[in-house]
């Protein structure tokens, strides 16, 4: 009887830790669906930067390079009240002129905005909650690796941030932050086309590559004393 129970209970225990992983699993994928990265992969910010209709893709790219260079030369309060100037004018003028051919042609069409002003723009109370726990699942998760970086719990991984850190620092004193962003949006538009033209060649020198930083950390990890090894189930 107390063998069968323990078998039991072992059982148990093992149906358990299958459980709790498959949460884990499920949990990890969840939050890989809702992180950043999920964006730039939904198909309409993937057509966007692939050109896939060229129009649509030159207006985003043109308008966003058009946002950081101005950011860039001028400070943000400038651009901001710059961009709801023209705003305001164009619909302003738009409002004018619909009132005067409206009068010339004894219309009774109305506020030429009505539909727009009568359209709801007020965020539901279960959107805001959805995107409030999806951020907080986001500075948790942040939170916790900084834990684990800055508190050396690994000190394979604290010396990588470490170098990242001093790369940035180099890189920090050569471009500014609006300068950094105007280079990933013209590369985010650039680089895709090219990889899907060039995508064997590409993906064969990324492969050695990767394959020669693995060899590297591999074998830092084995001269640096102390080192946490992470196992192969890991």
Request: glycine share 4%; hydrophobic share 45%; charged share 20%.
């Amino acid at each position: 009887m107390d063998t069968q129970s323990s078998q039991i209970s072992s059982s148990q225990g093992f149906t358990d830790g299958q459980n709790s992983a498959a949460k884990e699993s499920k949990l990890s994928d969840s939050f890989l669906s809702s992180s950043p990265v999920s964006l730039i992969q939904s198909p309409q910010v993937n057509d966007l930067i692939h050109w896939r209709d060229p129009k649509k893709s030159g207006v985003v790219f043109g308008l966003s390079l058009l946002l950081l260079l101005s950011l860039a030369a001028f400070s943000v309060i400038s651009v901001v009240s710059y961009m709801l100037l023209a705003l305001l004018c164009v619909t302003i003028t738009f409002r004018i002129y619909k009132s005067v051919v409206q009068a010339v042609q004894k219309s009774t069409e109305g506020h030429p905005f009505r539909e727009l002003i009568e359209k709801d723009v007020t965020i539901p109370p279960e959107t805001f909650r959805k995107h409030v726990d999806t951020s907080l699942t986001h500075i948790n998760r942040a939170l916790k690796q900084m834990s684990r970086l800055f508190l050396v719990e690994d000190l394979v991984d604290s010396l990588k941030l470490a170098v990242v850190m001093w790369m940035l620092t180099y890189v920090g004193a050569v471009f500014n932050g609006i300068t950094i962003l105007i280079l990933a949006d013209i590369l985010l538009f650039a680089v895709p086309p090219v990889y899907e033209k060039n995508k064997t060649q590409i993906d064969h020198y990324i492969d050695l590559v990767r394959t020669q930083v693995n060899n590297t950390i591999a074998k830092l990890q084995e001269k640096l004393p102390g080192a946490m090894k992470r196992s192969k189930t890991e």
